[in-house]
């Protein structure tokens, strides 16, 4: 699991409510990323961060904001869940310049 | 921008066979190119990589990669198809200026049967 935690790993919620997920690492990596998996779809990159306080927009950053006030923990806020953001979320960090990325276990939120 | 395609949604392959997953993708510059698989409930593990070097990449479980510049392909192959192979596999591309953020491919869902 390359020391990495997401958390909730599952989370049913309703329409309209903030919802934040949380990425933990315990190796101290810079760069950390959280993904949305859905069919048809593959992975698509929501936000990511290069360091403490420095994050960027990635491919459907729509209605996400991010926070990473420590190098160990990336969050992911649902501003005001949407039912399009039912999907699987993966949290993923890479360990240096030319390494692979290493991905947590997703967190499957269900916005009702 | 990049991109990959995996052009089969589903690969089906009799157990002992040779098993092959297709990606092409489009990068500027040089690309990385991952292969990674899921099983049911699961995250992504990584199975392996081409960065640079020999074109032909050996990975995790008996899999392999051939790096194709000129038909910008990165097919996954396994010489002999296990049950336990049978999973959702996914090509990635990343430039080498581009942060590390990864272009996945929709996935290719492998069926092996005994």
């Known amino acids: 699991d390359a020391g990495i935690t997401q958390s909730p790993r599952h989370k049913v919620t309703e329409t309209g409510t903030p919802v934040t997920l949380r990425c933990h690492q315990t190796?101290?990596?810079?760069?950390m990323y959280w993904y949305r998996q859905d069919p048809g779809h593959g992975l698509r990159l929501i936000h990511y961060?290069?360091?403490?306080?420095?994050?960027d927009k990635g491919e459907v950053s729509d209605g996400y904001s991010v926070s990473r006030s420590k190098t160990e923990d990336f969050l992911l806020t649902l501003e005001s869940a949407t039912s399009s953001q039912t999907s699987v979320y993966f949290c993923?960090?890479?360990?240096?310049?030319?390494?692979?990325?290493?991905f947590g276990q997703g967190t499957r939120l269900t916005v009702v | 921008a990049q991109s990959v395609a995996q052009p089969e949604d589903q690969v089906n392959v009799a157990e002992g066979n040779p098993l092959t997953v297709k990606c092409t993708y489009s990068?500027?510059?040089?690309?990385?190119l991952f292969w990674y698989v899921q099983y049911p409930n699961r995250g992504l593990q990584f199975l392996l990589k081409?960065?640079?070097?020999?074109?032909l990449v050996k990975g995790s479980y008996g899999f392999e990669a051939e790096f194709n510049k000129s038909q910008t392909s990165f097919h996954l192959k396994k010489p002999s198809a296990l049950v336990s192979d049978s999973a959702l596999y996914f090509c990635?591309?990343?430039?080498?200026?581009?942060?590390?953020?990864?272009?996945f491919g929709a996935g290719t869902q492998v069926v092996v049967t005994p």
């Open positions: 993923a960090i890479r360990r240096g310049e030319d390494t692979e990325a290493f």
């Open positions: 190796e101290n990596h810079r760069y």
């Open positions: 961060s290069y360091g403490v306080k420095d994050t």
């Open positions: 990068v500027s510059g040089n690309p990385y």
């Open positions: 081409y960065i640079t070097g020999d074109n």
């Open positions: 990635a591309v990343r430039a080498t200026d581009s942060w590390g953020k990864l272009q």
